[in-house]
């Protein structure tokens, strides 16, 4: 299982210096690379001879032999990922604009862009808390780091591959790919239903319920002081917003990452798997009023089902999306399904049973249903062969 480990850079000005050079350095030489491979290959940005090409002249304007080699792999890679854009309609039909206009030019990085390191530019000293980074004007030795103890942990047991150098802000930040092994995906003795919505985040079917109030609250604080700051129109008012966007960012990811230990440490604790909704392209799917359009937009519910799903892969604990079909409005005990049982939006009264509860719980107990026959049709052993 793959993750990654954020650790704060803390250089001195002269070895903050020494990297912000090394980004711009290595971003302009991939802008070069990136021109070379758009002129003689189009989009295909084909790997051996791009090296053939530009290693030569990347060693000669100064870089290291390991950097030059990096600067061609990301430009292959951002060209792979272009194609697949491409090809899964991402960028619109062959008409589009937005994708004439990416298949028209050579793809262009920008100038503190992230950078990649492996271990012949990049040596971690854990014990020390510090690294050894290589930079274009000399190694960067003793660069102190700051994480958290489990952080920590995980680089010492379990980092792998390569690592980012990042710029955020004004700070600087390493990311350290990870490959933390899974364990055993045990067999459920029931399931956690969970109903994402917008005013509650998450309600399972045992009654818990992670509102969304406080975060809503914080996103239309948001919204105002975005309304402000957009009214005076300059450069700085521009960076701000682009500061302010991603700390808004941050803060609803902080609260998804709490919902989700949540969830899963309560399944883990009484052995029971996870089941959500499988609500891909519900944006699509759904009309709301437009005063509603941008709350809508701004339901982080994909990112909380990210957080849930491999928080459970790396408990062992069983998880599943399942049809979010009328979860809402069908009854748990008769199977009565009708819009009307849903009078309100935080009430649910059955018309045939007269069943009655909070709607949000209703359709958490209606995905761990749903979860018990999913589970057992997808664990349902091969026929024999005749």
């Known amino acids: 299982m793959k993750l990654v480990v954020q650790v704060k850079l803390l250089p001195t000005p002269e070895q903050a210096a020494a990297l912000a050079d090394t980004l711009r350095q ?3 030489a991939a802008n070069q690379v990136s021109a070379v491979a758009f002129e003689e290959f189009g989009l295909r940005g084909r790997e051996t001879p791009l090296r053939r090409l530009c290693y030569g002249d990347l060693k000669a304007d100064g870089l290291g032999a390991q950097a030059a080699q990096h600067v061609i792999k990301r430009v292959v890679d951002a060209y792979t990922t272009l194609r697949a854009n491409i090809r899964n309609g991402n960028l619109g039909g062959p008409a589009s604009p937005r994708r004439r206009k ?12 992230a950078h990649t390191f492996d271990d012949r530019n990049l040596s971690w000293q854990l014990d020390a808390g510090t690294v050894s980074i290589w930079t274009t004007t000399g190694r960067s030795k003793s660069l102190p780091f700051a994480c958290s103890t489990d952080q920590a942990r995980t680089l ?11 710029q955020r802000d004004g700070t600087w930040f390493l990311i350290a790919t990870c490959d933390v092994p899974e364990p055993q995906v045990r067999e459920p003795v029931d399931w956690v239903g969970v109903d994402r919505g917008i005013v509650n985040l998450a ?27 957009q009214a005076k129109r300059t450069r700085s008012a521009a960076r701000l917003l682009k500061k302010r966007a991603r700390r808004e960012a941050r803060h609803a990811r902080h609260v998804n990452h709490k919902i989700s230990k949540q969830v899963v440490a309560v399944a883990a604790r009484t052995g029971r798997g996870i089941a959500l909704e499988e609500l891909g392209g519900i944006r699509e799917r759904v009309t709301v009023p437009r005063d509603q359009r941008a709350r809508l937009s701004s339901w982080p519910f994909h990112q909380l089902g990210v957080f ?4 459970a892969r790396r408990a062992g ?8 079909a009328y ?3 069908r009854c748990p005990r008769c ?15 059955c018309r045939r049973c007269g069943l009655a509860g909070p709607a949000d719980v209703v359709a958490g107990v209606n995905v761990r249903d749903r979860a018990r026959s999913a589970w057992v049709f997808v664990n349902m052993p091969d026929p024999a062969p005749a």
Do not use: M
């Open 335 to 349: 199977g009565h399904t009708e819009r009307a049982n849903r009078p309100a939006r935080d009430h649910f009264h």
């Open 156 to 166: 010492a047991a379990h980092r792998r591959g390569e690592s980012d150098l990042v």
């Open 203 to 229: 309600t399972t079917c045992d009654g818990d319920n992670h509102q969304g109030r406080r975060l809503d609250r914080y996103r239309r604080w948001q919204a105002r002081k975005r309304a402000e700051i």
């Open 102 to 113: 990416a298949e028209s030019k050579p793809i262009v990085f920008r100038l503190d862009a």
């Open 26 to 28: 290595v971003n302009a």
């Open 308 to 311: 849930i799903a491999y928080k």
């Open 327 to 329: 979860t809402s409005q």
């Open 317 to 324: 604990v069983p998880f599943i999306e399942v049809d979010p």
